[in-house]
């Protein structure tokens, strides 16, 4: 790690001269001026995958939701709310050498949200809220023409199938890896210390142990220095 | 404040001897495993005033929501997610001298939240929610019988009207006083450090000049302590 740390400040890593964009944490999408719909991402998965990047030698442009966990240090870091404004910034960021989309974004946003907070009525009608799918920034960025990154990374929570989802996912999202984790209650992975995932490529599912995020974030950093050596 | 720290420390307080409910942050309401509505509650005035009233000796029961500061040192921590978690903490936290409802409670949670993440299907159907209403616990607590503590505070965060709606929310709730304030973006005052609140008792309406969170905590530990004397 020292010594990772040291060819990191000397450039010198694998990954040095590499630009990535990686994103994280929730998207907030608002209903109201005080309210609105999150999801629990905590950030500390892309958190600790832009940190070993970086180690790495790798420019980050860390594009980040309203995160519980803090950015790392040695990270160019681009603050964001909504998903919209995460497109915004990750097509800013481009071109990159790879994107690793970490971020739980949300799938819909309200449609005309209040400008005044919706006073409650008691006894009085519900809200009616309604929806517009967000833009699907993985795949808007894995169907990208020159601007494409070489590696396009996404993430997958899923609490059933996980492996059949992913594989769909990959396929449907045009992109190139899925990293899936269950996230189901009951494994304490949202918001937890340690993540357990399959990794989803041309070459097929590869699940690996349960462990630490860090550890996750190392040995994915270390197989996209590999891929784009 | 050293002089307040050692009579707090010494049970010698004003509010010595006395118990107070405070409850604050924000509630998730789930809409599945992995989404849920909450608001922009920093849960900074609540811990801010918890810690007021240790410090002039009450006993605080301080029931949380998922905020971004930490409960104060000092105060026994109940945390919760749902308003209807809120309610079950408050009601097993009494009897009490006082209540002050700084939590910025959900009014609606998802009916039938669903049981596994809800997927998208690009270009499918958005999701339909329905809302229910949750229990207002201020009005609850605030018509109880014997075990209606002698002072119940409500906090009101308006949008616009703030006078006119405030008195209006403390007749229809029941309760002895609300705090308002203006919460409109703009003001910098939802997760910002200061606050601008009107007091409306039964005397009437009360602006206070803006002032940093713990000022306004200060002074309305100050104003409790004198009603409880």
């Not at 990959?170 to 992975?189: L, Q």
Request: some cysteine.
């Amino acid at each position: 790690a020292i010594l990772a740390a040291i060819e990191a400040a000397l450039g010198e890593g694998p990954l040095s001269g590499r630009r990535i964009v990686v994103t994280s944490g929730p998207t907030h999408e608002p209903i109201d001026p005080v309210r609105y719909i999150a999801n629990r991402s905590s950030g500390a998965q892309g958190a600790a995958l832009a940190h070993a990047l970086a180690a790495l030698g790798a420019h980050v442009v860390f594009v980040t939701g309203p995160a519980a966990v803090p950015p790392p240090e040695g990270v160019e870091v681009r603050r964001v709310e909504t998903a919209r404004e995460m497109l915004a910034a990750v097509e800013a960021a481009l071109p990159a050498d790879a994107a690793v989309f970490t971020a739980a974004v949300a799938d819909w946003r309200v449609e005309g949200a209040a400008q005044e907070k919706i006073k409650k009525v008691p006894g009085g009608d519900l809200p009616q809220l309604t929806f517009r799918e967000n833009p699907d920034i993985l795949a808007h960025v894995a169907a990208l023409g020159p601007q494409r990154p070489r590696l396009v990374v996404g993430f997958a929570a899923e609490t059933q199938d996980v492996v059949a989802n992913a594989t769909a996912k990959r396929d449907r999202k045009g992109c190139d890896w899925i990293v899936a984790n269950d996230v189901s209650p009951g494994t304490g992975i949202m918001g937890g210390p340690e993540n357990a995932v399959t990794l989803v490529t041309e070459d097929g599912a590869e699940s690996w142990p349960r462990m630490p995020k860090a550890e996750v974030a190392e040995r994915l950093a270390a197989r996209i220095a590999e891929t784009l050596a």
